[in-house]
């Protein structure tokens, strides 16, 4: 099994920038599909942003369109989230996952079909 660790998270102003950073191990990191998910204090778990395995294509949810961007170094078994002009909605722990599949990213944006998950990473946006 693919193991996730997430880095990154921490504490910025409203309308700032924030990188977050998926590191995988245990598996050949360019067969998988890969999504940041996130989960806000009492809300349920949604998706952000998924990556096919060679990063050929991208999905994003709509409230984060235009503002953040993911990206993937197959190199490095690394899978990035950059995540510019920040709203205090955004704070939430942040998770990478992963599915093994040369497939549709759509594979990735369900919860249920994902093959792991890292332990999440907060992130606190102030306003």
């Known amino acids: 099994q693919v193991l996730l660790v997430e880095s990154g998270g921490g504490l910025v102003q409203a309308g700032g920038s924030l990188g977050l950073s998926c590191v995988a191990s245990?598996?050949?990191?360019?067969?998988?599909?890969m999504g940041w998910f996130r989960q806000a204090p009492g809300k349920e778990r949604e998706f952000v942003a998924a990556?096919?395995?060679?990063?050929?294509?991208?999905g994003y949810a709509d409230f984060v369109k235009g503002r953040f961007t993911i990206s993937r170094d197959n190199a490095k078994n690394t899978v990035y989230l950059q995540m510019n002009s920040l709203k205090p909605e955004d704070t939430a722990v942040y998770y990478c996952?992963?599915?093994?599949?040369?497939?549709?990213?759509?594979?990735?944006?369900?919860?249920?079909?994902?093959?792991?998950w890292g332990q999440g990473t907060l992130v606190t946006v102030s306003s």
């Open positions: 990556i096919s395995w060679s990063g050929g294509s991208t």
């Open positions: 245990g598996r050949t990191f360019s067969n998988y599909a």
């Open positions: 996952a992963a599915r093994r599949t040369f497939g549709s990213i759509a594979m990735v944006m369900n919860q249920g079909t994902l093959d792991a």
